[in-house]
């Protein structure tokens, strides 16, 4: 996502960072820059004139701090406006008052029924007992999709009556949601190819029925513009609450998140990053922010890890990192588990973007290293899985006719057994240095400190 984006600006900053100052035409041409860049990834030109108006104000306004440069202060002040476009601050839905009532509207095609199963899969993962209304009488097989969604993640589905009409099967769905106990009912409401009287009246008098906390569009970021016209239109016939946007991993522009923050003026709740029921993150908008701009986001990519791995997983790993060497220490079956587990957190390329500078790196180059690095680790799998639990504790009894037994097993050449048991032995040393430094840290401070 952002990749276009991130690259016109990472060129930017690189341009002005080659100057040994910075002179008030020099500002002018970036700003112009960065305006391009904008409209080029699909931000609306009202839009990218004023942020470039801002970031330059701010860039005037400030004092020049001693020992910065002004390149760095000129990407700060991008990073502030940026921020502040998206939305300055993290909003989430309104669930704490049970039964929470979450309204979900959009067109057809933009991933409104998919996005109600990943919030409630979510929302479940977090202990609440959720309850899907399928309100979508009109679509064919849309209430049958939902079912099937249900069933995947274990939520309840409530689907409608013979004859019964939208807003009565919502009053049911509430009156159920009461009655069961439930924390969230998530109402999955009918969309058209367009905004229309009868679509609005209906969503009306269901709102009316059910009275929601949370009145969300889901909209398909990869509309661009048509996205911020799409969402202006709801928030006038039903004012919004807040705003999912799918598809974002499939938008290499990125400008309807930027536009539909600032135009609409409507906080940005989840972005969808891939089709997997898993594939739906909160949005933080200085997080997002420092993604466009290169810089990574790797508070999210540690949540994720946290997310994926166990308390109990988690305190072992830490135990034989401290210990590589010593008979708990690192193994290769570690090595496998960990593949596993980056399986989890997603693709490579997902956790390659999330990297400081990495999505600053031409978008091919990107795919090659992505490439590359899930081709090495699918050789790497293969081989620790071809050797005996013994070899894999302990590595060091691998000889030459394990090794060719090992290749032969898992398809590849002896030497690429070699490097593989190469770099899990630097591994092992380098997580042996750290341990020493971090020991004698405590020695020099003292504990608790």
């Not at 004139?49 to 306004?61: L, Q, T």
């Not at 704490?96 to 993962?125: E, F, I, M, Q, Y």
């Not at 990125?254 to 990053?273: D, M, N, Y």
């Not at 008979?327 to 960990?338: A, V």
Request: with cysteine.
């Amino acid at each position: 996502m952002f990749d276009k984006l991130t690259q016109a600006l990472s060129n930017t900053f690189r341009s002005l960072r080659s100057r040994g100052h910075i002179t008030e035409e020099d500002v002018d041409r970036a700003m112009r820059e960065i305006r391009l860049s904008l409209l080029e990834a699909d931000v609306n030109f009202k839009v990218a004139r004023d942020f470039a108006d801002r970031v330059k104000a701010r860039c005037i306004g400030e004092k020049v701090l001693e020992g910065i440069r002004p390149a760095d202060q000129i990407a700060k002040a991008t990073y502030d406006e940026l921020r502040e476009f998206l939305g300055r601050d993290r909003h989430d839905f309104a669930v704490d008052s049970p039964p929470a009532r979450v309204l979900l509207l959009g067109l057809h095609g933009n991933g409104k029924t998919t996005t109600a199963a990943k919030l409630a899969r979510a929302w479940k993962a977090q202990g609440k007992n959720v309850l899907l209304a399928a309100c979508d009488i009109r679509r064919p097989a849309a209430v049958e999709q939902l079912q099937i969604l249900g069933r995947e993640i274990g939520v309840d589905v409530l689907a409608p009556e013979p004859g019964e009409d939208v807003p009565a099967l919502g009053a049911r769905a509430l009156a159920a949601a009461r009655a069961g106990m439930r924390d969230i009912v998530l109402f999955d409401t009918a969309g058209r190819f367009q905004i229309d009287e009868p679509l609005v009246e209906e969503l009306r008098q269901l709102s009316a029925a059910v009275t929601p906390q949370n009145t969300v569009l889901v909209v398909d970021a990869a509309l661009g513009q048509e996205a911020v016209d799409v969402a202006r239109k709801f928030h006038e016939a039903l004012p919004l609450t807040g705003l999912v946007l799918t598809k974002l991993d499939g938008d290499a522009r990125g400008g309807a998140a930027l536009s539909i923050a600032h135009e609409i003026g409507c906080p940005i709740l989840r972005v969808g990053t891939g089709e997997k029921l898993g594939d739906l993150e909160p949005f933080h908008p200085d997080r997002m922010a420092s993604r466009i701009l290169g810089m990574g986001d790797v508070v999210s990519l540690v949540e994720k890890v946290q997310s994926t791995m166990d308390e109990k997983t988690l305190r072992e790993m830490g135990e034989k990192l401290a210990a590589p060497q010593g008979p708990k220490g690192l193994t290769l079956e570690d090595f496998l588990s960990q593949m596993k587990q980056v399986k989890k957190i997603g693709s490579l390329g997902k956790i390659l973007e999330m990297l400081p500078c990495v999505p600053s790196i031409p978008q091919e180059e990107r795919e090659k290293m992505e490439k590359e690095g899930a081709q090495k680790m699918k050789k790497s799998e293969a081989i620790i899985q071809s050797m005996t639990p013994g070899e894999r504790r302990k590595p060091e009894i691998l000889n030459a006719s394990r090794r060719k037994r090992i290749a032969r097993g898992a398809g590849v050449e002896v030497s690429d057994v070699n490097e593989l048991v190469r770099g899990f032995r630097q591994a092992k040393q380098m997580a042996a240095m750290l341990g020493k430094r971090k020991g004698r840290m405590r020695g020099m401070f003292g504990p608790g400190r």
